[in-house]
């Protein structure tokens, strides 16, 4: 027996998910999210540059995370696939990347839903996505 699928919609193609991947359910909560795409364009970590990324602590609602300059703070509330960042606070000096890091806070401070396929993490407002992370796994 041959079955056809046929395809209603067509919303997107991640790089690196693979169907294997696919299947993998990565939690939103107490996972490295590495920032990979910021409003549309992929991201780039510079030479001496920490990578962007979020750690969304789940027993107290605290985020955590490095914004291209500096350590990150502040608050998340999470309700089904609805998602709101508050209070988001980069401490510490100015950097030649202070620019992708304002960046980055704003777009986060927009953020009224997700998408999680996979290892993959979107985040969204009320007009598509405005990122995308990778989960990554610490040996």
Not at 50 to 79: A, M
Not at 106 to 128: C, H, I, K, M, P
Request: hydrophobic share 35%; with cysteine.
């Amino acid at each position: 027996m041959i079955t056809q699928v046929i395809v209603d919609r067509f919303l997107a193609a991640w790089p690196e998910e693979t169907c294997e991947k696919a299947g993998v359910h990565t939690t939103i909560d107490n996972t490295y999210w590495k920032l990979v795409e910021l409003n549309g364009e992929p991201v780039v970590t510079h030479e001496f540059q920490n990578e962007v990324h979020l750690i969304l602590r789940y027993h107290n609602d605290e985020i955590g995370g490095f914004g291209g300059c500096n350590p990150l703070s502040g608050r998340y509330q999470v309700d089904g696939d609805r998602v709101r960042f508050l209070d988001i606070a980069a401490t510490g000096d100015a950097c030649e990347f202070q620019d992708q890091q304002s960046i980055f806070i704003e777009a986060l401070s927009r953020v009224t839903n997700y998408l999680s396929v996979g290892e993959s993490l979107q985040l969204r407002d009320d007009n598509g996505p405005v990122a995308r992370l990778r989960a990554v796994y610490f040996r």
